[in-house]
């Protein structure tokens, strides 16, 4: 592992029971590299990462982050270890996941304090700073059911960055949101990676993972059908599988033509 | 009726009775039951087998058997209880059992992705049931709670057979020196309302504090 490499994954595989999720998925993180994780739903993308901070365990290969060793199986990292990992990498989901009982500014501070016992005056003025950046510091004081998904994310995102991580993961951040509230969030993220921060994330923004994105890993049928830089991923890409995807994703309109043709002829796939 | 006003006086006394009673069974199965609901969820095999066994017992049991069992069984093998001790113990038992369903459901219905947003953010699994789950759950377990201590508060009607000298007891004695059935079983009628409906406001209360944020 090369010194600038934050997180590295070795043949990684997952399974839900007898269910195959993802196997032999390897990929090398550098420091201030921006991944995009794209594919077909299924392919088993936003479980891949939820890997990287174990929020899932994975039963095979090796994943090495943060100056971290941990093997796939049944024995699960200590809890200091996964205390390390948890506070260095932040994440956000695609359903947000705020805390609703609690206020914006609470469920920002919560973690510092409680976690990292960060002083309560420091954590309340780097709460208002990051909220700030995102034009949230007028809702510190609300509950997060009155604010919209967009706001929402956002907020998320501040609670991820308060905890002052090292990587960032994005599980499909804008997939929740209406057509409308996506670019705010974008537009956040976006600013996060010119910072440097180092971020893998999961999206279906195609646009977005190729203005933003260094790498483009795409996954489709449980495994990497093609990773590289993202142009040239997305642009021309080598494998079938990888053309197929981007196809359907590119051209819906065409491909749902093809489809129901080929339905029109009795065909069921 | 004028015999009924007599007993007013004993019957409050009994009504304060019962309702100490109810309330500290109440904190009791309350503390147990938490910590029971995590064990029956988060514990190891053989204790939540335990835990699930004992609910079926409970809830199986009709509660003047266990009632009959616990003072005047065990005092055949020489286990000896006074009407106070095994009311409370009896109620606190009793109480366990609805408790830890209660609480277990309320837990369960905290969505999965609170777990997964505290256990990202790095904090312990001890603060997320206390900061995070706890705090959610008692949003959907206030109203059956609610209605399980107005049933452990009329549970205690049940205690005037083992002699505990509570308001049934003392209407019961009423009614055998007076005849007056009517009106000193209706005064405990409303007595009881009285103290449910206390109970109640109490819950609705909490209700609306707990769910200010929805």
């Known amino acids: ?269 | 009726m004028g015999v009924a006003m007599h007993y007013v006086g004993v019957y409050a006394a009994g009504a304060l009775k019962d309702f100490g009673l109810t309330v500290v069974s109440t904190v009791l199965s309350m503390i147990l039951g938490v910590l029971a609901a995590v064990g029956r969820l988060y514990g190891p095999r053989l204790i939540r087998l335990l835990i699930s066994w004992y609910v079926e017992l409970i809830r199986g049991l009709p509660a003047i058997l266990q009632l009959f069992i616990l003072y005047f069984g065990l005092n055949q093998v020489g286990i000896t209880f006074s009407p106070l001790a095994a009311a409370l113990i009896w109620l606190v038992l009793y109480g366990v059992g609805y408790a830890v369903e209660i609480f277990r459901s309320g837990i369960m219905a905290v969505a999965q992705g609170q777990r997964e947003a505290a256990a990202a953010l790095g904090l312990s699994s001890g603060t997320t049931m206390r900061k995070i789950i706890f705090p959610q759950a008692l949003v959907a377990m206030l109203p059956p709670l609610t209605s399980f201590v107005v049933l452990q508060l009329k549970n205690t009607t049940m205690l005037y057979l083992i002699g505990y000298a509570d308001i049934m007891y003392e209407a019961r004695l009423g009614v055998d020196a007076t005849n007056q059935a009517g009106p000193l079983y209706v005064m405990a009628a409303i007595a009881y309302l009285i103290m449910s409906f206390i109970i109640g406001r109490i819950g609705m209360r909490m209700e609306r504090r707990a769910a200010a944020y929805r």
């Open chain 1, 1 to 269: 592992m090369s010194n600038d490499v934050v997180v590295s994954a070795q043949g990684l595989t997952k399974r839900f029971g007898s269910q195959l999720v993802f196997e032999d998925v390897s990929l090398d993180v550098h420091k201030s590299e921006v991944v995009a994780i794209i594919g077909p739903s299924g392919a088993g993308k936003s479980t891949f990462i939820r890997c990287i901070n174990h929020l899932h365990p994975f039963d095979g290969g090796t994943l090495e982050l943060l100056g971290h060793t941990l093997h796939g199986g049944l024995k699960s990292p200590s809890r200091a270890v996964l205390r390390d990992i948890r506070t260095r990498v932040g994440m956000v989901f695609q359903t947000f996941n705020l805390f609703p009982h609690l206020t914006v500014m609470e469920n920002i501070i919560l973690a510092p304090l409680d976690v990292k016992k960060v002083p309560r005056e420091k954590a309340v003025a780097l709460a208002r700073e990051l909220l700030d950046l995102v034009g949230l510091e007028h809702k510190k004081d609300m509950y997060p059911k009155r604010l919209s998904g967009g706001e929402q994310q956002r907020v998320a995102l501040c609670r991820a960055l308060a905890m002052e991580p090292e990587v960032m993961l994005f599980d499909e951040p804008t997939s929740m949101l209406d057509p409308e509230l996506v670019g705010e969030v974008l537009s956040a993220i976006q600013r996060l990676a010119k910072q440097g921060m180092t971020m893998i994330l999961v999206t279906h923004e195609m646009t977005f993972a190729k203005e933003v994105a260094d790498t483009v890993v795409i996954m489709a049928d449980h495994r990497v059908a093609e990773m590289g830089p993202a142009r040239q991923v997305l642009e021309s890409p080598q494998t079938e599988r990888a053309q197929q995807f981007l196809r359907r994703v590119l051209e819906p309109v065409e491909t749902m033509e093809e489809l129901s043709a080929a339905a029109g002829q009795g065909g069921e796939d």
